[in-house]
Structures are given as structure tokens and as C-alpha cells.
């Protein structure tokens, strides 16, 4: 049963968390900026020639995210909208759940909006989130994932506030 008496639980844009990243993203992209100005070596070469691309298109998201200053995510009776992910109904989800990716040493903590269809739910997903299916896949997760990065609250909060809204949601209440 979903609770339609409730208001939408809205989460702001982290602007000090973006603002971090993206400070990060233009140092890497200016870094292999260096590398390919100062190419003494054929690995300098071919990092700097992936860094400044990637962490250039990672820079222009961000940006792009700081100055549109649009809701983070926002649940209410009728499922989530969440800037990158798009809308996604409650009847599409089977269940959420706090996973940590870890992929080189590095980990973060994410909401796995765990589908019935995925299909069904990537043929209509933004251009970005089909683009990651793929990688997402051969690391054993779902399209749909909620990052801590942006959000202002745990992500606990974030599953508690889910739950509220659609109590028979599967998965984790956090």
C-alpha cells in the first residue's frame, strides 16, 4: 500500500559535496592536461589523453548540476524523481538497499533501486544511466542507483523516507 497522504520528501542538491567533486575533476583534468604538455613517457601520453576528456565531461556535468540547482531526489506517492535517473514509478521497484561499491581501494555507499524490469526501465533512462548499465552489470549491480556524494542526509534517512512513502517496498529500511 503507498502512502498518499504523505508530501513529497524532497532532498537538496549536497552543493558543498558537488562543488568538492567538481573542484577534484577540474584538478584531474587540468593534471592530464600537464601530462599531455609534458609527455615524457607513452603512459603520461595516454593517461593525460583519457583523464582530460573523462574528468573534462565529469567537470561540465557538475557544473551543469551546481547551476540548474534541481532537487537531488524526490519520493512521493507515485515513486522517485532523482536528477539523473529520471522518474521511476513504485510499481517498477521490487525493493531498495544499502550496497558499498568497492572498485580499487575505493568505496561508496549507494541506494540500489532494485527493478522487476530493468529493460523495460533503460530503454526509457537517460542517456547516461544506459550508458553505465553495462559496467554497473559486470559489477553486480543494478541501472538504478542513488549516490551518498549528492545527497544531504545518510542514506539511511533516504531508505526510512522510502519506506514511509511505500511501505511494502522490499528490501532494506535502513
Known amino acids: 500500500m503507498i502512502n498518499e497522504s504523505l508530501p513529497p520528501t524532497v532532498y537538496a542538491l549536497s552543493r558543498r559535496n558537488v562543488l568538492l567533486l567538481l573542484l577534484a575533476s577540474i584538478g584531474f583534468t587540468v593534471g592530464g592536461a600537464v601530462l599531455l604538455w609534458h609527455h615524457a613517457t607513452l603512459k603520461g601520453l595516454v593517461g593525460g589523453a583519457l ?18 540547482n534541481r532537487p537531488e531526489l524526490v519520493l512521493d506517492a507515485d515513486g522517485l524523481e532523482h536528477v539523473q535517473l529520471g522518474r521511476i514509478g513504485w ?13 580499487r581501494g575505493s568505496s561508496q555507499q549507494m541506494i ?5 524490469d530493468p529493460d523495460a526501465y533503460l530503454a526509457r533512462a537517460p542517456r547516461l544511466v544506459r550508458a553505465s548499465a553495462g559496467p554497473n552489470r559486470s ?21 526510512a523516507a522510502m519506506h514511509r512513502h511505500h511501505p511494502r517496498l522490499g528490501g532494506d529500511a535502513g
Open 51 to 68: 583523464a582530460v576528456p573523462f574528468f573534462g565531461f565529469c567537470s561540465f556535468v557538475l557544473l551543469r548540476r551546481l547551476v540548474r
Open 91 to 103: 510499481a517498477e521497484i521490487a525493493g531498495v538497499r544499502l550496497r558499498t561499491m568497492s572498485v
Open 112 to 116: 540500489e533501486v532494485v527493478l522487476h
Open 139 to 159: 559489477l553486480g549491480y543494478g541501472p538504478a542507483n542513488i549516490a551518498a556524494n549528492a545527497l544531504p542526509v545518510p542514506l539511511e534517512e533516504v531508505l
